[in-house]
């Protein structure tokens, strides 16, 4: 089946730990988004891709790090330097153009302590 | 820049009443609009969109939405709920020849029995 697959669903890190979110699709789109989801927030973006190799910062990258080594692949990586890391992530796809749909993973929510 | 208001955090109503979520949108250049729904704890699947052509959008599980570009709207309409449309509803703009979609910050529909 083709999807978006983020994994693990659930990560606890302690205060001060690098963690990084996987993020895998198999639609052979080209570009990627992350979000971050807060109660009451809305989602807001973190970081882009529109193509391999490439990626811009979104509304809230400070603290948050991304590669785009493969097509398929956009990991997450959530840094020390990132405040107040607990929230829920999720990653997403399109085809590439402002006039497409994106298409979203489950999710993972990340707590620290 | 886009923006996206939704203008009920929360909306309750009974099984099979008619329900309206409202979303009004701000931007400098034209744009696409999307509705999507999210379930606990899980991500985002998209109800319905506008691209272009006619104003009036019909999405999955019965929902419709009307573009109406002099008052800057995109409500969601669904003639007669079911419990199980109980979930987060968000509204989005991309704005033509931007990759960056933003959100508002969502509504929660509860449909009581």
């Known amino acids: 089946d083709g999807g978006i697959t983020q994994s693990p669903k659930y990560l606890f890190r302690k205060e001060g730990q690098n963690v990084t979110l996987s993020c895998e699709q198999n639609l052979n789109h080209d570009a990627m988004y992350w979000y971050r989801q807060d109660p009451g927030q809305g989602l807001r973006l973190i970081y882009y891709?529109?193509?391999?190799?490439?990626?811009q910062k979104g509304d809230i990258a400070e603290g948050y790090s991304v590669s785009r080594e493969k097509k398929e692949s956009f990991p997450l990586t959530v840094t020390s330097a990132q405040k107040n890391p607990t929230a829920f992530y999720l990653c997403?796809?399109?085809?590439?153009?402002?006039?497409?749909?994106?298409?979203f993973g489950q999710g993972t929510r990340l707590t620290v302590v | 820049a886009q923006s996206v208001t939704q203008l009920d955090s929360q909306v309750p109503v009974f099984e099979e009443a008619p329900v309206e979520l409202r979303c009004n949108y701000s931007s400098s250049v034209s744009v696409y609009l999307f509705w999507y729904v999210q379930y606990p704890n899980q991500g985002l699947q998209l109800l319905l969109k506008?691209?272009?052509?006619?104003?009036l959008v019909k999405g999955i599980n019965g929902f419709e939405a009307e573009f109406n570009k002099s008052q800057t709207s995109f409500h969601l309409r669904k003639p007669s709920v079911h419990i199980s449309d109980t979930a987060e509803y968000f509204c989005?703009?991309?704005?033509?020849?931007?990759?960056?979609?933003?959100f508002g910050k969502g509504t929660k529909l509860s449909v009581i029995p």
């Open positions: 997403a796809s399109s085809i590439g153009g402002s006039n497409t749909e994106a298409f």
């Open positions: 989005a703009v991309m704005g033509a020849g931007s990759y960056q979609l933003t």
């Open positions: 506008y691209l272009s052509g006619s104003t």
């Open positions: 891709s529109q193509i391999v190799n490439d990626f």
